[in-house]
């Protein structure tokens, strides 16, 4: 158990629906990082916050966001779902930039 | 850009047999170098990581990885591999913003 959660551990819905993902990081780490992983894209880097601020974005669409509470959750929204949104989103955590992330179970999102 | 290449998509080894996973990235400047593993089902896992110092990295479950700075290379290494090592690795840099840039992934299956 690393101490990242995520919830939900399934998702399925159709085209054209909005989810929202969850994540808690470990006690303590202030960076939340979100990744997308599929068959085809292998893990790709969505976007990090760092203490409630956006710090980076990688291959994130732009029907997708993201935020950071103050209490450090942070939850995804995808939104406008297509058949190729269909993957795990994981979701990991680091004390700080540049250091070693921890990784939540992931949330498996499967878009009819 | 930064990018990670991991050599073997599938390897396949008896119990006892030794191992090594290549991975090479490409990045000029300095770098923070991760090993992890996903068992069927599960999250990502650390195994070891570089940041500076002894070349030669030790991680968790006997495993262990060499950087080699002049051939860009970070290669997982154990010496003999259990049939509970069935996974999938993957080598990951440290990217310039904080975010990992993930390997396509190595499946070892070891035969009992």
């Known amino acids: 158990d690393s101490g990242v959660t995520q919830t939900p551990k399934h998702l399925i819905t159709a085209t054209g629906q909005r989810v929202t993902l969850r994540c808690s990081p470990r006690s303590g780490d202030l960076s939340v990082y979100w990744y997308q992983q599929s068959l085809d894209q292998g893990l790709q880097f969505l976007i990090q916050y760092y203490n409630g601020e956006e710090r980076a974005k990688g291959n994130i669409l732009e029907r997708f966001s993201a935020q950071q509470f103050p209490d450090l959750h942070s939850e995804l929204n995808l939104s406008s779902l297509e058949l190729g949104d269909s993957a795990l989103y994981f979701c990991?955590?680091?004390?700080?930039?540049?250091?070693?992330?921890?990784f939540g179970p992931g949330t498996r999102l499967t878009v009819l | 850009a930064q990018s990670v290449s991991q050599h073997n998509h599938h390897v396949i080894l008896s119990e006892a047999a030794s191992l090594e996973l290549g991975c090479n990235y490409s990045y000029g400047g300095t770098v923070n170098l991760f090993w992890y593993v996903q068992y069927p089902g599960q999250h990502l896992q650390l195994l070891l990581k570089?940041?500076?110092?002894?070349?030669l990295v030790k991680g968790i479950k006997g495993f262990e990885a060499e950087f080699i700075k002049s051939k860009f290379s970070f290669n997982l290494r154990k010496p003999s591999v259990q049939w509970s090592d069935t996974a999938e690795y993957f080598c990951a840099v440290g990217g310039s913003q904080g975010n990992l840039i993930f390997g396509k992934g190595t499946k070892l299956s070891v035969k009992p």
């Open positions: 570089y940041f500076s110092g002894d070349p």
């Open positions: 990991a955590s680091s004390p700080r930039v540049l250091r070693e992330q921890f």
